[in-house]
C-alpha cells in the first residue's frame, strides 16, 4: 500500500479545468488547451506522498527548471510558454505555476547515469547490470561509471513504483526511432548539465527526464533537473564505497528509514509527519543546490 497519505482536493479556478493532481504537482488546463502546471511544497518518498509540505520547494523547482530549461534549449526545446499566472488563481500560485504546450506524453521515465547507486546499484549487485546493460566488476555506491547510460523506466501511477525496462521494451513499447531519439537526447542533455554543475562542485549522478512530442517534434517536459528528480553530490566528498552526502530528498528518505522515524517501509501504514527539523534541513539543501547551481540567492 502506498500513494498519499492525505490527497488533497484541487483548488478549482475559473476558465481552468483540473486535470490531475500528481505527487508533487497540480494540472490544469485553460481555455486555450495549454497546461498549467503547480508546483506544490509536498514532499514524496518511498512512493508516498508525505503528511509534512517543504516551505518553499515548489518555488524553487520552479525557478531551478526555468534556469536550466534556458541552458538546454539549443540541445531540445522545451514546453514553458510563460509563468504567468492564470486570471483568478490564488495568489501563492505566483512562482509555482508554468503555462505549457501540451504535448502527446512518452510514457517512459528517461533516466541517465553516469553513477552508481539507487535502484542501478541495487540491480548491479545481482546482476553485473543496469537495465540489461553490462558493466565491468568491482563498482561499488557512488562509483563513476566508464560512460553515462541511458536507464529507462516506466511510467508509474501515484503509489506505484516505476520499473527500470531494458532499452529494448522501450522501442517495444513506442518504436525505434523515437527509443533511439529518447537515448540520444537524454544523453545529450545529461552531458550538458553533467559539465554545468562540476563546474559548480557537483556531481550530477542521475536524472530523469520527460519527453512529449509537439507534431513530429521532441520536447523536454515536467521539470529539469531539480534535487528532485536527480541526485547531485558535493564534488569534495565524493568517496566510492559509501552513500553519498547529497543535494535533495535523501535527507527525508534516510529520516523515514531511521529508528527515529519508527515507520515501518514494509507495512501498510503510511510514513509519520517529519519533525521540524528535518524540514527545515530538507528546504536548507534545496535552497543550497539551488544557490550553488544558479550562483544566485535564493532569497
Not at 23 to 33: F, I, P, S, T
Not at 99 to 104: N, Q
Not at 117 to 144: F, I, K, Q, W
Not at 186 to 207: K, M
Request: with cysteine; proline share 7%.
Amino acid at each position: 500500500m502506498s500513494g498519499f497519505v492525505e490527497k488533497p482536493e484541487p483548488i478549482q479556478v475559473p476558465g481552468l479545468v483540473h486535470l490531475h493532481t500528481g505527487k508533487v504537482r497540480d494540472l490544469y488546463q485553460n481555455e486555450a488547451g495549454d497546461l498549467v502546471m503547480v508546483a506544490s511544497d509536498r514532499m514524496s518518498a518511498y512512493d508516498w506522498v508525505l503528511p509534512t509540505e517543504i516551505p518553499d520547494k515548489g518555488r524553487i523547482l520552479t525557478r531551478l527548471s526555468l534556469w536550466w530549461f534556458d541552458r538546454l534549449a539549443d540541445l531540445v526545446p522545451h514546453h514553458v510558454i510563460s509563468t504567468d499566472v492564470p486570471e483568478g488563481a490564488p495568489a501563492d500560485w505566483a512562482g509555482r505555476t508554468l503555462v505549457c504546450t501540451s504535448l502527446r506524453m512518452v510514457p517512459v521515465e528517461c533516466v541517465a547515469r553516469g553513477y552508481l547507486t539507487g535502484s542501478g546499484l541495487a540491480e548491479y549487485n545481482a546482476s553485473r547490470t543496469v537495465c540489461g546493460l553490462a558493466l565491468p566488476e568491482g563498482l561499488v555506491d557512488g562509483s563513476e561509471l566508464p560512460a553515462p547510460i541511458f536507464t529507462p523506466a516506466t511510467k508509474a501511477e501515484v503509489g506505484e513504483h516505476d520499473e527500470n525496462v531494458s532499452y529494448e521494451e522501450v522501442a517495444r513499447q513506442v518504436g525505434a526511432e523515437t527509443a533511439a531519439k529518447l537515448r540520444q537526447t537524454t544523453l545529450a542533455v545529461y552531458g550538458r548539465a553533467r559539465d554545468i554543475a562540476r563546474e559548480r562542485g557537483i556531481l550530477l549522478a542521475d536524472t530523469k527526464f520527460e519527453f512529449g512530442f509537439e507534431g513530429e517534434t521532441l520536447v523536454l517536459a515536467d521539470e529539469v533537473l531539480t534535487p528532485d528528480s536527480s541526485r547531485f553530490w558535493p564534488a569534495d566528498q565524493w568517496q566510492p564505497g559509501r552513500a553519498q552526502p547529497s543535494y535533495d530528498k535523501q535527507f527525508v528518505r534516510d529520516w523515514l528509514t531511521s529508528a527515529e522515524s519508527g515507520w515501518d517501509r514494509t507495512g501498510e501504514q503510511p510514513p509519520p509527519p517529519l519533525p521540524e527539523a528535518v524540514v527545515e534541513a530538507t528546504r536548507g539543501k534545496y535552497v543550497e543546490a539551488y544557490e550553488r547551481l544558479t550562483g544566485t540567492s535564493w532569497s
